[in-house]
T-cell receptor, first 110, second 113 residues
Framework: QKEVEQDPGPLSVPEGAIVSLNCTYS??????FMWYRQYSRKGPELLMY????GNKEDGRFTAQVDKSSKYISLFIRDSQPSDSATYLC??????????FGAGTTVTVRA | NAGVMQNPRHLVRRRGQEARLRCSPM?????VYWYRQLPEEGLKFMVY????????ESGMPKERFSAEFPKEGPSILRIQQVVRGDSAAYFC???????????FGPGTRLTVT
């Protein structure tokens, strides 16, 4: 069983819509959860970082962790064409080993 | 401050040849990680190195793959006798310590023909 499962999409939304991205994870011991953004032909960059359960907001981005259902979410409000990218959820298996989902490709149409 | 540098960005090798992928970490970073991204799959951890030491190579295939991070110069991921299944994007990341945020390079896309 994979540590993190993510629907690869793709997802296409009109500009200004809310983008909703989700992942599930397998091990209830996981504590750290991340969302990375990866533009085409680039390396991933850290977007959001949460510890344990709850919400974290940063501008137009909100990350949620629901440990009871082992579910992590990323919401992008007022989406822009510049948000078009692949979004990867990840968890930290130990101090340094990241485990990634397959990534969801998002296109925001102008 | 330059980010993580990887070269070459694209590498084409015939089956049986050797591939050498180089990674220069961000300035001040002494911890390097290599990940592989296969089509339709997420990045998979391969190896974690500090200067002159391999800390964790649990994600490395047992044969044909090796990694080093010498005292001077970039980290090298070496793949001997490449096969078509080695075709992937290989990403390097670096951090200041073993628990800090990992900053990723742009990747090397290896194609084996």
């Amino acid at each position: 069983q994979k540590e993190v499962e993510q629907d690869p999409g793709p997802l296409s939304v009109p500009e200004g819509a809310i983008v909703s991205l989700n992942c599930t994870y397998s091990n209830s011991a996981f504590q750290y959860f991340m969302w990375y953004r990866q533009y085409s032909r680039k390396g991933p960059e850290l977007l959001m970082y949460t510890y344990s359960s709850g919400n974290k907001e940063d501008g137009r981005f909100t990350a949620q962790v629901d440990k009871s259902s082992k579910y992590i979410s990323l919401f992008i409000r007022d989406s822009q064409p510049s948000d078009s990218a692949t979004y990867l959820c990840a968890t930290l298996l130990n101090d340094y080993k990241l485990s990634f989902g397959a990534g969801t490709t998002v296109t925001v149409r102008a | 401050n330059a980010g993580v540098m990887q070269n070459p960005r694209h590498l084409v090798r015939r089956r049986g040849q050797e591939a050498r992928l180089r990674c220069s970490p961000m300035k001040g970073h002494s911890h390097v990680y290599w990940y592989r991204q296969l089509p339709e799959e997420g990045l998979k951890f391969m190896v974690y190195l500090q200067k002159e030491n391999i800390i964790d190579e649990s994600g490395m295939p047992k044969e044909r793959f090796s990694a080093e991070f010498p005292k001077e110069g970039p980290s090298i991921l070496r793949i001997q006798q490449v096969v078509r299944g080695d075709s992937a994007a290989y990403f390097c990341a670096s951090s200041t310590d073993g628990q800090g945020e990992q900053y990723f390079g742009p990747g090397t896309r290896l194609t084996v023909t």
